[in-house]
C-alpha cells in the first residue's frame, strides 16, 4: 500500500478572473494634437470619435501583471487613398500611471491589422484588437492609472515602382533631363530595362528625377567606358541637400575599387541608392563628372517601406484620439493569499485484472476475467521457535540439545554398576589395612 503525502499553495485568482472597474469614454479624434483650426484629413472625418472600454482591476498580488484591456468600438477612420493589398493599421491605447514610484510612467496596450484586400479612398478602415499593456508588480502599494490617449496609424503596403528613362517630364515620377548633349539608345542588344536607355559625355549633363515615397535607386551600366557621377537628394523644394552628395563610380565594379574589364557590360546596375527617409516627395539630382565619359540614365526605383517610423509625420495617416473625461482609478497592490494545504492523503493500490483460464469439459479452455488485488506486505522478523545453537561442546549449557555422540541407556547402567563395585572394594581394602596396623601396635 502506498502513501501519497502532498501540500498545495493556491494563489489568488488570475487577473481575468479579478473584480475590475471599466472605465467607458468616447474618445474624440483629431488629425494633430493639440487639435488645431482644422483638425479633419483623409482619414480623419469631422466628429470622428472611438467607444472604448478600458477594464483596470482593482487588485493585484505581488509579483502579478498588472494588466489593462483596451476594447474598442467601431472605427469611424477612412482609408486616406487607393492602395494595393497589405495596408496596416496600427492602434495604441496609452494609460498614465503613478503614485507606486517616484515619477510618471507609461503602461501602451498595442495591436495591428494587416489589410488582405485592396482599399479604395475614402472607404472605411477597421480597427485592430489591442493586445493588454502589463506590468509586474513587485512592492505593496497602490498605483493611479489613468487612461489618456488612443493613436492610430495608416501604414501603406510595400512598393517598389520603376520609372524608365523614357518618362520624361518634370512632375512627380518624372525625369527632367537638363542641358545639351543627351541622346537616347532604343532597341538595344543588351539586356537594359525596356530595351533603351539616355545618354551624354557632356561635361555639364545633367538629370533630376522628382518622387514620392521613402527611397530610391538610380539603375545604370556598369562599363569601362563609363565615368564618375555626381548624386544629391533635396527634400521637396528645397535648395540644400539633405545630406553631402555622393560621387560614385560607373567604371568600377560594385565593390567600388575593381575596375570593369574591357569589352565587358554589366546593366541593370545600381549605382547609388538611400532609403528609410521620411516618406514624402524628394527630388534626385545627378551630374557627370567625367568629361568625354559615358553618363547612362536606365530607370529609377522607387521604394515604399512599410515602417511606421516613417509616416508619423503624414498628416492624412496618423490619428490622436483623447477622452472626453479624464478618469483616475487605484489598483491596490496587495500580498498573494494562500489557501489551506489540503491533509495527506491515503492513496490505495487500484486492483488490476486478471485472467484465469478454466477448462471446459468437452470444449476448449475458456478464458473468465478475475478481479485479485495484490498487497505487498512488508514481513517483521518472526522470533526462533528451536535453539541458535544446533550443536552444544561438551559439557556446555543446558540448550534442550544432548552432548556429541550420545550413548544409549544400558551403556549408562553398566558404567554406574563398576563405579559402585570400585567404590565398595574400595571400602574394604581401606579396612583391612586399618586391622592390620593396629595388630602390629599391640
Request: contains cysteine; proline residues 8%; hydrophobic residues 30%.
Amino acid at each position: 500500500m502506498g502513501v501519497t503525502v502532498g501540500s498545495l499553495v493556491v494563489l489568488s485568482s488570475s487577473q481575468s478572473l479579478a473584480e475590475t472597474d471599466n472605465y467607458i469614454s468616447d474618445f474624440f479624434c483629431s488629425a494633430e494634437d493639440p487639435p488645431g483650426n482644422n483638425p479633419t484629413s483623409q482619414m480623419v472625418p469631422a466628429g470622428a470619435k472611438v467607444p472604448v472600454t478600458v477594464s483596470i482591476p482593482k487588485t493585484v498580488p505581488i509579483g502579478q501583471p498588472l494588466e489593462l484591456k483596451w476594447t474598442l468600438g467601431d472605427s469611424p477612420f477612412k482609408a486616406p487613398g487607393d492602395f494595393e493589398p497589405k495596408a496596416k493599421v496600427i492602434a495604441r491605447g496609452s494609460a498614465g500611471i503613478s503614485d507606486y514610484w517616484s515619477g510618471v510612467g507609461t503602461l501602451d496596450s498595442m495591436g495591428e491589422l494587416v489589410v488582405d484586400k485592396a482599399l479604395q479612398n475614402g472607404k472605411s478602415l477597421a480597427l485592430p484588437a489591442l493586445t493588454p499593456g502589463s506590468y509586474i508588480v513587485g512592492k505593496e502599494g497602490e498605483i493611479k492609472v489613468t487612461p489618456r490617449s488612443l493613436t492610430v496609424q495608416f501604414v501603406p503596403p510595400e512598393l517598389v515602382s520603376v520609372v524608365n528613362d523614357s518618362v520624361v517630364g518634370t512632375g512627380d515620377q518624372q525625369i527632367d533631363y537638363q542641358n545639351d548633349g543627351w541622346g537616347h539608345s532604343v532597341d538595344r542588344k543588351v539586356d537594359d530595362i525596356e530595351k533603351d536607355v539616355h545618354h551624354s559625355t557632356s561635361g555639364n549633363a545633367e538629370v533630376s528625377f522628382q518622387f514620392t515615397g521613402t527611397g530610391v535607386e538610380y539603375i545604370t551600366e556598369r562599363d569601362d567606358d563609363m565615368g564618375k557621377v555626381e548624386v544629391a537628394i533635396y527634400r521637396g523644394g528645397e535648395t540644400t541637400p539633405i545630406s553631402d552628395p555622393n560621387v560614385v563610380d560607373a567604371s568600377k565594379e560594385a565593390d567600388e575599387v575593381t575596375p570593369v574589364p574591357a569589352e565587358v557590360k554589366r546593366t541593370k546596375q545600381t549605382l547609388w541608392s538611400v532609403n528609410g527617409l521620411k516618406y514624402g516627395t524628394y527630388k534626385v539630382v545627378l551630374k557627370n563628372k567625367s568629361p568625354d565619359k559615358y553618363m547612362i540614365v536606365d530607370a529609377f526605383r522607387v521604394l515604399r517601406e512599410p515602417k511606421p517610423e516613417l509616416y508619423t509625420h503624414v498628416r492624412d495617416y496618423n490619428a490622436i484620439c483623447r477622452p472626453s473625461k479624464t478618469t483616475t482609478a487605484t489598483v491596490k497592490v496587495e500580498k498573494a493569499s494562500a489557501s489551506p494545504s489540503p491533509s495527506p492523503t491515503t492513496t490505495t493500490p487500484t486492483p488490476k485484472p486478471t485472467v484465469t483460464v478454466t477448462a471446459t469439459p468437452g470444449g476448449t479452455a475458456t478464458a473468465k476475467p478475475t478481479m485479485t488485488v495484490t498487497a505487498t506486505v512488508t514481513p517483521t522478523r518472526a522470533t526462533p521457535t528451536t535453539p541458535q545453537v544446533t550443536r552444544v561442546p561438551r559439557g556446555g549449557a543446558d540448550t534442550g540439545v544432548g552432548p556429541e555422540d550420545e550413548r544409549s541407556g544400558m551403556g549408562l547402567v553398566g558404567l554406574g554398576s563398576v563405579m559402585v563395585f570400585g567404590s565398595a572394594m574400595g571400602g574394604v581394602m581401606l579396612r583391612r589395612r586399618r586391622a592390620a596396623h593396629a595388630r602390629g601396635r599391640s
